[in-house]
């Protein structure tokens, strides 16, 4: 499923439920139908900034681990497989996190939903 984040402020942004699930999780939304409101969207921003850097600070130590699980799994080392390509939790939100900065900006409601 399909989320469509929608702003007077800028152009759609479109994501997998499940990849916008997170996001909104953090900022105690709904991921099926809400609405961020200009006046939410500095404290909005804070936390999704907050939580980009965290994920940052944790993007190494993440991508050991999936090293070493793909490459040492139960049947030993497996060298004949293809590097995993991860699209980090910041890649991800960078775009909701422009169009609060733009929302926020210019005094607009964030809506996905409706």
């Given at each position: 499923?399909?989320?469509?984040?929608?702003?007077?402020?800028?152009?759609?942004?479109v994501?997998?439920e499940?990849?916008?699930?997170?996001?909104?999780?953090?900022?105690?939304?709904?991921?099926?139908?809400?609405?961020?409101?200009?006046?939410?969207?500095?404290?909005a921003?804070?936390?999704?900034?907050?939580?980009?850097?965290?994920?940052?600070?944790?993007?190494?130590?993440?991508?050991?681990?999936?090293?070493?699980?793909?490459h040492?799994?139960?049947?030993?080392?497996?060298?004949?497989?293809?590097?995993?390509e991860?699209?980090?939790?910041?890649?991800?939100?960078?775009?909701?996190?422009?169009?609060?900065?733009?929302?926020?900006e210019?005094?607009?409601d964030?809506?996905w939903?409706?």
């Amino acid at each position: 499923m399909l989320v469509t984040f929608k702003s007077k402020a800028a152009a759609d942004v479109v994501m997998y439920e499940t990849h916008a699930k997170p996001i909104l999780d953090l900022l105690h939304k709904d991921v099926k139908r809400g609405v961020i409101t200009a006046a939410e969207s500095a404290d909005a921003l804070a936390v999704l900034a907050k939580q980009i850097d965290n994920s940052k600070a944790h993007e190494a130590a993440e991508a050991l681990e999936r090293d070493v699980r793909a490459h040492h799994n139960e049947n030993g080392d497996d060298h004949g497989h293809e590097k995993i390509e991860v699209v980090t939790f910041s890649a991800r939100a960078y775009p909701l996190l422009d169009m609060l900065r733009a929302a926020k900006e210019g005094n607009h409601d964030i809506l996905w939903g409706v």
